[in-house]
Structure formats: C-alpha cells, structure tokens
Nanobody
Framework: QVQLVESGGGLVQAGGSLRLSCAAS????????MGWFRQAPGKEREFVAA????????YYADSVKGRFTISRDNAKNTLYLQMNSLKPEDTAVYYC????????????????WGQGTQVTVSS
C-alpha cells in the first residue's frame, strides 16, 4: 500500500503561483497512476489533473487547463502540481491520490489519498 503526504499549499494573491508536492512511500510509486483533486467548502471533490504511471500522458480539468501542470518524478517518488495564474475560485483543499496503473478522472476510482493541503487565493 502507498502512503501519500501533500505539501506546498498556502495563501497567495490572484495571479500568483504555487507548487504542490505529494511524497509517496510504502509502495511501488512508478506503478500507480496519480491524480490531483480539490474540494472547496460545501462542494463535492472535483478532478484537477491526472498523470499516467509512466508520466507519458496527462489530463486536466477544463477549469485549470493552460494554467496548471501535473508532473511526477518516479526516482524521487514524488508527484507535483505547478499552479500558475491562480484565481480565487481555485481556493480549496488539494488532495493527491493514487490508483494502480489505470488513470481516471473520477475520485471514486482512487483508493489511496493524502491528507490534503489548503490553497487560498485572495482577490
């Protein structure tokens, strides 16, 4: 089983940037497809981005396409989310998640989750 720990959240002004990291341990990180999801107060958890186990393909929600970049370093067992041109509507708790092999945009398909990191974008 894999354990996930997110870091890098914080408070940033609109238009600013943040880089989230997700450190994995306890499993074969390179065998897992990885995703980033977010949840704002009173809203359902929503898909942000996903990446294949090999890193060869990436997927994005329309709301973040062109602003966010997902990447992974299998040698370091770490997943990243580079967030640029942040907007107040990006404010949420961001979670990384792992799923063996197959990529999915549905949070219901991921079995392993981190504890989340808060991102707050002020206007």
């Amino acid at each position: 089983q894999v354990q996930l720990v997110e870091s890098g959240g914080g408070l940033v002004q609109a238009g600013g940037s943040l880089r989230l990291s997700c450190a994995a341990s306890g499993g074969t990180f390179s065998g897992y497809a990885m995703g980033w999801f977010r949840q704002a107060p009173g809203k359902e958890r929503e898909f942000v981005a996903a990446i294949r186990w090999s890193g060869g393909s990436t997927y994005y929600a329309d709301s973040v396409k062109g602003r966010f970049t997902i990447s992974r370093d299998n040698a370091k067992n770490t997943l990243y989310l580079q967030m640029n041109s942040l907007k107040p509507e990006d404010t949420a708790v961001y979670y990384c998640a792992a799923r063996w092999r197959s990529t999915s945009t549905s949070h219901r398909d991921y079995g392993y989750w981190g504890q989340g990191t808060q991102v707050t974008v002020s206007s």
